[in-house]
Nanobody, 123 residues
Framework: QVQLVESGGGLVQAGGSLRLSCAAS????????TGWFRQAPGKEREFVAA????????SYAASVKGRFTISRDNAKNTVYLQMNSLNSEDTALYSC????????????????WGQGTQVTVSS
């Protein structure tokens, strides 16, 4: 079992930056692929980014590639999402998710979810 807690969300002006954190507790986090997802009001949840357990591979949605960077520090049981050049379309509830399933970086199937942190970008 893994518990995930997100932090770092807030209100930012368009063009600004935020760094989200996903802190994990429970079983060894270093064996889990971790992803970020977001859901805007009235829209379905969408994939944002993911990183393998060792950090050797990452994956991004086309809409954030080049602006967002996912990273992890397994010594701190934390995954980060650095978000730059934010715009109003990035406004959403951002949640992190984790799994130890093989191939999750491709399948995007996750078993554990956090409650989310709100990101609001003002234009």
């Amino acid at each position: 079992q893994v518990q995930l807690v997100e932090s770092g969300g807030g209100l930012v002006q368009a063009g600004g930056s935020l760094r989200l954190s996903c802190a994990a507790s429970g079983r060894s986090f270093s064996s889990y692929t971790t992803g970020w997802f977001r859901q805007a009001p009235g829209k379905e949840r969408e994939f944002v980014a993911a990183i393998t357990s060792t950090g050797s591979a990452t994956s991004y949605a086309a809409s954030v590639k080049g602006r967002f960077t996912i990273s992890r520090d397994n010594a701190k049981n934390t995954v980060y999402l650095q978000m730059n050049s934010l715009n109003s379309e990035d406004t959403a509830l951002y949640s992190c998710a984790a799994t130890d399933r093989r191939g999750a970086i491709v399948t995007r199937q996750y078993d554990y979810w956090g409650q989310g942190t709100q990101v609001t970008v003002s234009s």
